[in-house]
């Protein structure tokens, strides 16, 4: 097989009920011009015998680990595996429509510099898509305007030059945050592209990590923590008063969250996100009614 211009990544642990439906409609691309590389994470169902009744198309190939590695890092061991141009991951739980894979790298290579695009945008005023942010733009984007945040988009959403993705070194192999802190560093490196929506469908359900983490009130900083993190590095291209004001959002945030807490008498939650903040007890009432 030529190399191919796309690689399409699947990691999978325990996804026999969705799995053939995230396979089938890769297969069904009206672009044919990937590879699709499966690797499973030590699954203890029928991830594996689902997919390998799939090996008869030669654009697919299924690599099982030996260990578990965990969501993010047997990420990187998918785009380790990969040769095309473009990374294109499609989890083994989500869809890609017949010509979502066309629309994304025909409205993606032009853009030379980007390091990524992104889909599942609602639509726009100011221009259409697709078209390109500087790094600058797309740290504003995200953190000033509430329904275009780019850094929010899972992993479905992009395609990814594979020469900038290790470039930067790949997923650092944070659970739960790897998507939204991976965005943070190629966007404080290069452009980035705007795409489209009804290009995928991201897939919700019980068994899903993401699930339980919703589910977990006091882990709700946990975001926070890398936006903080990477706002206050010499790489962030946000101008000083940028940065202030971003940060001065997310605490904020903060102190009003946990005082919902203390309003729905859940004080053990509101201590543990007290804790995950940088704010003391005094500082909560003021900054919840601060102006930005």
């Given at each position: 097989?030529?190399?191919?211009?796309?690689?399409?990544?699947?990691?999978?642990?325990?996804?026999?009920?969705?799995?053939?439906?995230?396979?089938?409609?890769?297969?069904?691309?009206?672009?044919?011009?990937?590879?699709?590389?499966?690797?499973?994470?030590?699954?203890?169902?029928?991830?594996?015998?689902?997919?390998?009744?799939?090996?008869?198309?030669?654009?697919?190939?299924?690599?099982?680990?030996?260990?578990?590695?965990?969501?993010?890092?047997?990420?990187?061991?998918?785009?380790?595996?990969?040769?095309?141009?473009?990374?294109?991951?499609?989890?083994?739980?989500?869809?890609?429509?017949?010509?979502?894979?066309?629309?994304?790298?025909?409205?993606?290579?032009?853009?030379?510099?980007?390091?990524?695009?992104?889909?599942?945008?609602?639509?726009?005023?100011?221009?259409?898509?697709?078209?390109?942010?500087?790094?600058?733009?797309?740290?504003?984007?995200?953190?000033?305007?509430?329904?275009?945040?780019?850094?929010?988009?899972?992993?479905?959403?992009?395609?990814?030059?594979?020469?900038?993705?290790?470039?930067?070194?790949?997923?650092?192999?944070?659970?739960?945050?790897?998507?939204?802190?991976?965005?943070?560093?190629?966007?404080?490196?290069?452009?980035?592209?705007?795409?489209?929506?009804?290009?995928?469908?991201?897939?919700?359900?019980?068994?899903?990590?993401?699930?339980?983490?919703?589910?977990?009130?006091?882990?709700?900083?946990?975001?926070?923590?890398?936006?903080?993190?990477?706002?206050?590095?010499?790489?962030?291209?946000?101008?000083p008063d940028e940065r202030k004001r971003?940060?001065?959002?997310?605490?904020?945030?903060?102190?009003?969250?946990?005082?919902?807490?203390?309003?729905?008498?859940?004080?053990?939650?509101?201590?543990?996100?007290?804790?995950?903040?940088?704010?003391?007890?005094?500082?909560?009432?003021?900054?919840?009614?601060?102006?930005?």
């Open positions: 097989m030529a190399t191919p211009l796309v690689s399409v990544l699947m990691t999978a642990y325990n996804r026999e009920k969705y799995i053939a439906e995230a396979i089938e409609s890769v297969l069904a691309s009206t672009f044919q011009d990937f590879e699709l590389i499966i690797v499973d994470d030590c699954s203890r169902d029928h991830t594996v015998e689902i997919v390998r009744r799939y090996t008869s198309d030669p654009r697919l190939q299924v690599h099982v680990n030996e260990k578990n590695l965990g969501d993010y890092p047997n990420r990187n061991r998918a785009a380790s595996l990969a040769k095309g141009q473009y990374l294109k991951y499609v989890d083994s739980d989500d869809y890609i429509y017949p010509r979502g894979l066309q629309i994304m790298v025909e409205m993606f290579e032009p853009f030379t510099q980007a390091a990524v695009g992104f889909c599942s945008f609602a639509q726009v005023s100011e221009r259409p898509y697709p078209f390109q942010l500087s790094p600058r733009e797309a740290y504003q984007y995200s953190y000033f305007n509430r329904t275009h945040s780019i850094f929010s988009r899972a992993s479905l959403s992009s395609i990814i030059r594979r020469d900038k993705f290790e470039a930067v070194g790949g997923f650092t192999g944070k659970r739960m945050v790897g998507d939204f802190e991976m965005w943070h560093i190629l966007a404080a490196r290069f452009p980035v592209v705007l795409l489209p929506d009804g290009i995928v469908w991201n897939r919700e359900h019980p068994a899903q990590e993401m699930q339980d983490f919703r589910n977990r009130p006091s882990d709700a900083f946990t975001y926070n923590r890398i936006s903080i993190d990477y706002l206050q590095r010499p790489e962030c291209p946000l101008l971003a940060l001065k959002m997310i605490r904020r945030g903060q102190a009003r969250r946990i005082l919902r807490e203390i309003a729905h008498c859940r004080g053990g939650t509101a201590r543990k996100l007290l804790a995950q903040s940088a704010l003391k007890p005094a500082q909560i009432v003021p900054t919840a009614f601060s102006r930005v």
